[in-house]
């Protein structure tokens, strides 16, 4: 697979309920960010997690990293109707500042 | 809280044409970025520029392509002879120094027809 992989494509669930999705990469980092975009809009910034860090904590927000399996997950807590969006990883490799490799995505749908 | 803004949202332009995306970064960033999206496909690396010149580029990013921030404040992309496969949704992104999170504008849809 290549660098950057969400998985799963596609996660449906009812509010008040938790979404987990995972990314995988190929190459070394720096970091590993994660970002979220609204249909038709542009990509927030959630959370960056740095590759001596295992976890981080933001809000709702839950990343795990893990280096030896380059795997990261996005967790979130107690979905709303508003996370409804499409969430990227973007893996930023050591030595190459900031030129982003982004995953294909994970489409999350909160249903009411 | 501080936007980058990127003019137009939607440009239908016909192939062969030259097209100029616009973009304002956020006013204390140094460094500053095109990303596209093909509909349905990841978030494509194009450049990266600092110092008014460009650090990095993809190799997408070929003779076709240009980057100029032309004043303090604008930073655009130019494709010169636009071609079918270049539509897709242009993203804007400035930042601090290298590894921390990127700012992103709402991205301008090319259409080439």
């Known amino acids: 697979s290549q660098q950057g992989e969400e998985d799963p494509q596609a996660l449906s669930i009812q509010e008040g309920e938790n979404a987990t999705m995972n990314c995988s990469y190929k190459?070394?980092?720096?970091?590993l960010q994660w970002y979220r975009q609204n249909s038709g809009r542009g990509l927030v910034h959630l959370i960056l997690?740095?590759?001596?860090?295992r976890e981080k904590h933001s809000g709702r927000l839950r990343v795990t990293l893990d280096t030896s399996k380059k795997s990261s997950s996005l967790l979130i807590t107690a979905s709303r109707a508003a996370d409804t969006a499409s969430y990227f990883c973007?893996?930023?490799?050591?030595?190459?500042?900031?030129?982003?490799?982004f995953g294909g995505g994970t489409r999350v749908l909160v249903k009411p | 809280e501080p936007e980058v803004t990127q003019t137009p949202s939607h440009q239908v332009t016909q192939m062969g044409q030259e097209v100029i995306l616009r973009c304002v970064p956020i006013?204390?960033?140094?460094?500053f970025y095109w990303y596209r999206q093909i509909l349905g496909q990841k978030v494509e690396f194009l450049v990266s520029?600092?110092?008014?010149?460009?650090?990095?580029k993809s190799e997408i990013f070929d003779d076709q392509f240009s980057v100029e921030r032309p004043d303090g404040s604008n930073f655009t992309l130019k494709i010169r002879s636009t071609k079918l496969e270049d539509s897709a949704m242009y993203f804007c992104?400035?930042?601090?120094?290298?590894?921390?999170?990127?700012?992103f504008g709402n991205g301008t849809r090319l259409t080439v027809t």
């Open positions: 997690i740095r590759s001596n860090e």
């Open positions: 190459t070394s980092i720096n970091n």
């Open positions: 006013s204390n960033h140094l460094y």
């Open positions: 520029f600092y110092n008014n010149e460009i650090s990095e």
């Open positions: 973007a893996t930023d490799p050591q030595a190459a500042g900031n030129k982003l490799t």
């Open positions: 992104a400035s930042g601090p120094p290298p590894g921390s999170p990127l700012h």
